[in-house]
């Protein structure tokens, strides 16, 4: 089973900057990663999948990058409402489609 | 609107069963591959099963498999999972997904609001 590591655990930044949070799987997992934004009481939102493609209706601040086993998924100037945890996905050897264990991102 | 409406959460004694069901609406289900994901209170998501459009690729989490049936009824665009033997680690927000373009290996981009399942004596 591919066992995908988040870094950092914690991710502490200001209103208005750049936040770059990472993502790694332990084989190859091609470009099938995907990140999900959650919030405090609420179901997780699809930002991002194949690794860089944006999903419907998310904001061009956020972005993402990588391939094979390194990923990172960017939010150029980060808004109030971006403060949540943030998980990535690999679905390229399904079953399973395994989720890191999450960054939260915190204000500043 | 498109929604997915878990339900059939609950308390249970450690051992016994549980039916969640996952009603869809505002899209062609059977187009769609579908899956079951968990969070534990306080933990990350972690997936537990999923089902292709016709039901004919089917998978499980190792942390489930034998124990748990993923199943759908096209025709009343539902989705269930039969949980068996279940045990206290099994207490968890059971959401219902979709996978992008109906591929049962891509992401999942609509979610339902989650049904609690709670194993306890």
């Known amino acids: 089973e591919i066992v995908m590591t988040q870094s950092p655990a914690t991710l502490s930044v200001s209103p208005g900057e750049r936040a770059t949070l990472s993502c790694r799987a332990s084989?190859?997992?091609?470009?099938?990663l995907a990140w999900y934004q959650q919030k405090p009481g609420q179901a997780p939102r699809l930002l991002i999948y194949?690794?860089?493609t944006r999903a419907t209706g998310i904001p061009a601040r956020f972005s993402g990058s990588g391939s094979g086993t390194e990923f990172t998924l960017t939010i150029s100037s980060l808004q109030s409402e971006d403060f949540a945890v943030y998980y990535c996905?690999?679905?390229?050897?399904?079953?399973?489609?395994?989720f890191g264990q999450g960054t939260k991102l915190e204000i500043k | 609107e498109v929604q997915l409406v878990e339900s059939g959460g609950g308390l249970v004694q450690p051992g016994r069963s549980l039916r969640l069901s996952c009603a869809a609406s505002?899209?062609?289900?059977?187009?769609?591959?579908m899956h079951w994901v968990r969070q534990a209170p306080g933990k990350g998501l972690e997936w537990v099963s999923g089902?292709?459009?016709?039901?004919?690729?089917?998978g499980y989490a190792d942390s489930v498999k034998g124990r748990f049936t993923i199943s759908r009824d096209n025709a009343k665009n539902s989705l269930y999972l039969q949980m068996n033997s279940l045990r206290a680690e099994d207490t968890a927000l059971y959401y219902c997904?979709?996978?992008?373009?109906?591929?049962?290996?891509?992401?999942?981009?609509?979610w339902g609001q989650g049904t609690m399942v709670t194993v306890s004596s």
């Open positions: 997904a979709t996978s992008i373009f109906g591929v049962v290996r891509n992401a999942f981009d609509i």
């Open positions: 996905q690999q679905y390229n050897n399904w079953p399973p489609a395994t």
């Open positions: 194949g690794a860089s």
């Open positions: 084989q190859s997992v091609s470009s099938n």
């Open positions: 089902i292709s459009w016709n039901s004919g690729s089917i």
């Open positions: 505002g899209f062609t289900f059977d187009d769609y591959a």
